[in-house]
């Protein structure tokens, strides 16, 4: 259950980005998870509604973005589709590939409420 | 301006709402801890390996051997993760080596701060290689750098040929798969190294396997061959040359 530790850090750097703007809350976090970044999305949403309570992200939305696995293969040269667990080149069969999507696990987004100040209300 | 009447706003009211980019990894704050790790280990010449498997598939065993075989070339310290009891830790002091037991509690995996905590313990100018044997599981300690060099997984042969398959990440992020126990293979007719094999090689990797056999000295051949090219390929590291071993993959 380690989507807990991934959780922890997440709300960490949301806090920190929303200090840094003067936010007063956050509205909306946005990540990406691939299927090999080692993290279940379920228990991360899970991890997510208990940990955000009493914080900066408390009322946060947590929109999780799948991505799909492709990789990049050193024999052919060919990007093609893959399984996490199957992850050699559809094309020529080259097991020598590197992966370009899928293993993502990243803040991509932060919506903030981010109070105006009483100075640019005075007209 | 209220839209309806023209009529001041309230402050209370007014709140604009700022979209940030952000596009950082989730892990960037242990990934840091991780490099600073990793800049110890590569001031004092140390070869790092993190060492994962399943419970039960025999790391301690294989640390075991592997100490009595080398400690007379090398000297070896062993940062021990488990979730309780300083057992493994007792087990590797008997053989004559430093070994830090890092307890988790609940944790299922060592995080890189866990990590530097245990090498301030650590006579890390005296040492040629370091082994961090992780917590025993398949899937949360794949996804935590703790600044090693080298990733081995271990896959004990009374487990089934098939876990390369059912556990992707944590194989594919391995530089070497050992099969443990491989004394056993003779009376283990379910497991077949070579759909071990093959289910490697689909992960899209080109990572070595090796049998070894911790309680059969004669056995540990391979295993031995391995670390000792990795220890003559980190050498030039400790007189200043650039370093020739990349970053573990999946880093």
Redesign the interface.
């Known amino acids: 259950?380690?989507e807990l530790?991934?959780c922890q850090?997440?709300l960490?750097?949301v806090a920190e980005?929303a200090k840094k703007?003067g936010?007063?809350a956050v509205?909306r976090i946005t990540?990406e998870v691939g299927p090999?970044?080692?993290?279940e999305p379920a228990l991360l949403a899970s991890a997510f509604s208990i940990l955000r309570a009493g914080g900066c992200a408390a009322q946060a939305q947590l929109s999780i973005e799948s991505t799909m696995v492709s990789?990049d293969c050193a024999g052919c040269g060919a990007r093609s589709p893959?399984e996490?667990?199957?992850?050699?080149c559809a094309v020529c069969g080259g097991?020598?590939?590197r992966?370009i999507a899928g293993?993502e696990?990243?803040?991509?987004?932060?919506?903030?409420?981010?109070?105006?100040s009483?100075s640019a209300?005075t007209? | 301006m209220c839209q309806t009447c023209g009529c001041a706003v309230t402050p209370e009211n007014s709140r604009t709402g700022a979209v940030i980019e952000v596009l950082q990894d989730l892990l960037s704050a242990n990934n840091q801890v991780a490099a600073h790790n990793r800049e110890h280990f590569d001031e004092h010449g140390v070869l790092a390996i993190n060492l994962m498997s399943s419970p039960g598939a025999g790391k301690t065993a294989l640390l075991e051997a592997t100490i009595v075989a080398l400690r007379d070339r090398y000297r070896i310290a062993v940062i021990e993760g488990d979730l309780e009891t300083d057992n493994d830790a007792a087990r590797i002091r008997a053989h004559g080596v430093p070994a830090i037991q890092i307890t988790t509690g609940t944790a299922c995996h060592l995080d890189a701060g866990l990590v530097h905590r245990a090498l301030h313990d650590l006579p890390l100018a005296g040492l040629d290689l370091l082994f961090i044997e992780n917590v025993g599981n398949l899937v949360c300690p794949a996804s935590f750098d703790l600044g090693q060099h080298r990733n081995v997984t271990l896959l004990s042969v009374t487990e089934g040929d098939d876990k390369p398959a059912k556990y992707p990440v944590i194989f594919r992020a391995s530089d070497l798969v050992v099969l443990s126990k491989a004394d056993l293979l003779d009376v283990l007719e379910d497991f077949d190294p070579a759909r071990a094999a093959a289910a490697l090689r689909a992960l899209g990797r080109d990572t070595p396997m090796i049998h070894t056999a911790a309680r059969r000295a004669p056995a540990l051949g391979p295993w031995l061959d391995w670390l000792e090219l990795q220890l003559s390929a980190w050498r030039p590291v400790a007189h200043g040359t650039r370093s020739m071993i990349a970053a573990p993959a999946g880093a």
């Open positions: 259950m380690h530790s991934v850090a997440l960490g750097q980005i703007r936010a007063s509205e990540i090999l970044s080692g993290i990789v893959a996490p667990n199957r992850l050699v097991f020598r590939t992966i293993d696990l990243r803040l991509r987004r932060v919506e903030l409420r981010v109070p105006q009483r209300l007209v």
